[in-house]
């Protein structure tokens, strides 16, 4: 079981998808994740042990999905996540310890799916998730501490 990434998997330029689901060992990605420019898709579904993301996450430009499913030790997503301006799809089911998204989420223009299913720990939506135009598919299922949604979700023009 892999606890860590190899060092030179960072030199992989042109790399555009890692698949590390189910990588349950992995606790944290290293900070210069960043150097993978070109990467369009990461998978760390089922990475239980995963405590939470590098600040450095935000600088993956190309970035157009990214899967958290099942990363049941995540309690927050750093807020550096909002400057993803590729990002395109979101899955955060079954975080179970996720607590909160950073306020400025509604920074994610091109966000088209936000999956939120089972995040029990969820306490409240960022008043800035209205400004998610580009959302088309919206999965709060089984949330049980969100207790209401933000005004602004009245904004959300595509849902």
Do not use: T, V
């Not at 966000?111 to 135009?133: F, H, M, V, Y």
């Not at 602004?152 to 023009?157: D, F």
């Amino acid at each position: 079981m892999m606890e860590k990434l190899p060092s030179n998997l960072l030199f992989c330029s042109q790399l555009r998808m890692l698949d590390l689901a189910q990588c349950k060992k992995l606790e944290k990605l290293p900070s210069s994740i960043d150097q993978l420019n070109a990467l369009q898709e990461l998978d760390l579904s089922g990475c239980s042990n995963l405590k939470e993301l590098p600040p450095s996450i935000g600088h993956l430009n190309a970035l157009q999905e990214l899967h958290l499913s099942r990363c049941f030790n995540l309690k927050k997503l750093p807020p550096s996540i909002s400057q993803l301006n590729a990002l395109q799809e979101l899955h955060l089911s079954r975080c179970s310890n996720l607590k909160e998204l950073p306020p400025s989420f509604g920074q994610l223009n091109a966000l088209r799916e936000l999956d939120l299913w089972e995040c029990s720990k969820l306490k409240e939506l960022p008043a800035s998730i209205g400004q998610l135009n580009a959302l088309q598919k919206f999965e709060l299922f089984a949330c049980s501490k969100l207790k209401e949604l933000p005004p602004s979700i009245g904004q959300l023009n595509a849902l």
